[in-house]
């Protein structure tokens, strides 16, 4: 009988995640084969999550630069200039595959993870986002997701005392096997106390503060750049566990440490943990970087310096102290009760030094690692384009009343009352809307000032299915049009590029035709991107998630008293329709809903009619000509009727069109389109000739019903039941 083979450093070289073609790179760089901590070191360095080797030459197409933008990419979060000597400080991340392996700790320690990417930049934390996309309801494990992850959000959040504001849930059977949580976070800061993570000499303590460090969530990054398959499940132990409480403490301690000025550069631990927060910032800083590991604080015995360096254990941060202000960390970390070591201190080497129990267990330059890490121009296939769907193509309904209520009904199009009251959303005491209260966007006031944060969470992935060039426009059109929406003037966006596996081709098409569809909409709206996250390898048995570019964008208003929502829609009030309705059909709500098909082209986005038409809204609630605004989207205008006559407890009667055939008209998903409700249509349809704007009179608010006579009518109360009534029987609440 022969003996086994014996494992080779590149067999475990392909078990973290790295090609042989990789893994020979590696030996070449060191000329040597690297031992078991460098090779750890390098897998998670060079993984999809850390390096972005599949997107980087794709992303650099965005614009990122802006009058008002103070940080793009590159750092923890992007910064923006909110005027009055304010920042606004922000990043969407995902928490993918540790979510749908443990739902509460992978979405909790999302919501960790990214608070931390705000704060450790100067910024007090003052709202959360989330965007999630879950299977189809009907699949056994869908509702255990959706608890989970909903209570792991409002655990989290709610511990830590900051509000969820706004966000949005999806359902389709394209995330069965692959839910995707991506959090947001929004901080402020003044704009001349930025903390940034460069290390800016040799010669400097390095410091460790936060929670010890564990075994969990050791590989968490290897993990999230790997396809699912059916032992998915025996993961559970790469998830990291969060602390709420201990996530309070390392806020309220990072800020006081860096208000005393002892502060030289600084960085948290996230996805690479140790690994990644120590290169990063010798990397940044042109330095070299040595650490005992004997000196971190460990929460369980025997650890080795594989398992520190690796683990992803929260609420911890790195900090390079000026010279001699060791002192001052120690003074403030044992009044908030944490952990707290120098572990090692900058060189001028450029090398990352490793030492444990008094030998050097890891000796690589830090080029490699840090910024030259293999960069892939993946082939790709453009996708095939759908053919656009004309309204003779598409059936009318039987019974539009039936109709209609199937719709608002639909998972999709369902309130999410039920899951927003798990979550905190007034804690701070600033919030002014979110999203349970009848507004297209989150509004948080900048506590002291007139002052509001505008913030919100948007993509349409059948859009993206369908085309991903116009599905990536239409993602960033429709934040701005959402921040538009509700007064704000939009500045800036994160985002999270959810996709499948990059090495397809057909995959890879999606990531660039929606990255310059979305480059586009940027530019078009002098919207730069500034910070954000890619999530790749969104598979399970090689069936990947709908392509998912999800859009987190900040708008400014600068006087809270002049906003709008949809909730506000009073008895007599003309409704007026902005924006030009042909009765785009394609991928439609109606369609897959109502029809049960998914086919078509989606609505083209004409990014100059975008900006025209937002431009005069955002100039009507200034001026306060309008009593509600309500953009359209999803299920089109019916949709949006029936979201501002539940909000405004009103109902409202329609007339008829002549442009277009009724189902189209009712359920048309054409862009760039807001229903504003006046007391005051002549001076505004004057004031939209002027502008050479589309707005025509399309019905009154009034009554009980919903109607339009002749075609459908039907009670609020009967629309309440069928839109409010879904996620709680499915919840079983």
Not at 121 to 128: D, Q, W
Not at 637 to 663: C, F, N, R, T
Not at 680 to 700: F, I, K, N, Q, Y
């Amino acid at each position: 009988m022969s003996a086994e083979p014996s494992k080779t450093m590149a067999d475990t070289a392909a078990e973290f995640g790295l090609s042989a073609a990789e893994y020979g790179v590696i030996v070449q760089r060191l000329n040597r084969e690297p031992n078991h901590v460098e090779l750890g070191v390098f897998s998670v360095m060079w993984s999809e999550h850390c390096s972005y080797k599949s997107s980087k030459i794709h992303l650099g197409k965005f614009p990122t630069t802006g009058p008002k933008v103070i940080c793009g990419p590159g750092e923890n979060a992007g910064v923006i200039d909110i005027g009055d000597g304010q920042a606004c400080i922000f990043k969407m991340e995902s928490h993918n595959h540790p979510s749908y392996i443990e739902p509460y700790q992978g979405a909790a320690t999302g919501v960790g993870g990214i608070m931390r990417d705000v704060f450790t930049m100067g910024a007090r934390p003052i709202a959360l986002l989330n965007a999630l996309r879950f299977g189809d309801p009907s699949h056994p494990k869908t509702k255990r997701l959706v608890a989970g992850v909903v209570s792991g959000i409002g655990g989290y959040g709610n511990c830590v005392g900051v509000p969820t504001v706004a966000g949005e849930t999806n359902f389709h059977h394209g995330y069965d096997g692959n839910i995707l949580v991506n959090a947001m976070c929004v901080g402020l800061a003044d704009a001349d106390k930025i903390f940034y993570s460069a290390a800016p000499a040799a010669g400097l303590p390095v410091v460790y503060f936060g929670s010890k460090t564990g075994r969990d969530g050791i590989h968490g990054a290897t993990m999230a750049s790997a396809e699912f398959d059916d032992a998915s499940d025996e993961k559970r132990p790469t998830v990291q566990v969060g602390d709420p409480f201990a996530e309070k403490l390392l806020i309220e301690a990072t800020l006081e440490l860096m208000a005393s000025g002892a502060v030289a550069a600084i960085q948290d631990m996230g996805a690479a943990g140790l690994t990644s927060s120590s290169v990063e910032m010798a990397g940044k800083g042109g330095v070299g970087v040595e650490l005992d590991l004997d000196m971190v604080p460990q929460r369980e015995e025997g650890m080795s310096a594989y398992e520190m360096m690796l683990s992803e254990s929260q609420e911890r941060m790195l900090a390079i102290l000026k010279p001699g202000r060791e002192a001052d960390g120690e003074r403030i970390f044992a009044k908030w009760g944490l952990d707290a070591a120098t572990i090692g201190q900058t060189t001028d080497t450029g090398r990352l030094v490793l030492k444990h129990k008094g030998e050097t267990v890891c000796d690589v330059p830090l080029a490699p690692l840090f910024d030259d890490a293999p960069l892939y121009d993946r082939p790709w296939t453009a996708p095939a384009p759908q053919p656009r769907l004309s309204a003779a193509e598409v059936p009318a309904p039987t019974d539009y009343a039936a109709a209609i209520l199937k719709l608002m009904s639909a998972p999709d199009m369902a309130s999410k009352r039920w899951l927003w009251e798990q979550y905190d959303r007034h804690v701070m005491a600033d919030t002014l809307e979110d999203s349970s209260t009848g507004a297209d966007a989150g509004i948080v006031r900048v506590h002291g000032s007139k002052k509001a944060l505008a913030v919100t969470s948007d993509v349409t992935p059948r859009y993206v299915q369908a085309d991903p060039y116009e599905g990536g426009k239409q993602a960033v059109a429709e934040a701005w049009r959402n921040l538009t929406a509700v007064g704000a003037l939009p500045i800036a966006i994160t985002d999270n590029l959810n996709f499948g596996n990059p090495e397809r081709p057909e995959i890879m098409g999606q990531i660039v035709r929606a990255i310059e569809g979305m480059a586009e909409a940027c530019r078009a709206l002098d919207f730069p991107v500034v910070s954000g996250n890619v999530s790749l390898y969104n598979e399970t048995n090689g069936a990947a998630i709908p392509p998912t570019p999800t859009v987190g964008a900040v708008g400014l208003i600068a006087d809270y008293g002049r906003r709008a929502d949809f909730s506000s829609m009073k008895s007599g009030d003309a409704l007026v329709l902005i924006g030009k309705t042909v009765g785009e059909l394609g991928a439609s709500m109606y369609l897959r809903e109502v029809l049960g098909r998914e086919a078509g082209a989606p609505p083209p986005v004409d990014l100059a009619v975008e900006r025209q038409n937002g431009d005069f809204v955002r100039n009507l609630i200034q001026s306060g000509q309008v009593s509600a605004v309500h953009d359209l989207s999803d299920g089109g205008l019916i949709a949006a009727l029936a979201e501002m006559a539940l909000a405004s407890k009103v109902g409202a009667q329609l007339l008829a069109d002549a442009d277009a055939p009724d189902h189209a008209w009712l359920f048309g998903e054409d862009q760039a389109r807001y229903l504003v409700a006046t007391s005051a249509p002549s001076a505004l349809l004057a004031a939209a000739e002027v502008s050479d704007v589309p707005a025509r009179v399309v019905g009154e608010a009034g009554g009980d019903d919903l109607a339009r006579p002749g075609l459908f009518s039907f009670s609020l109360e009967a629309l309440r039941g069928a839109h409010e009534g879904w996620m709680p029987r499915y919840m079983g609440a």
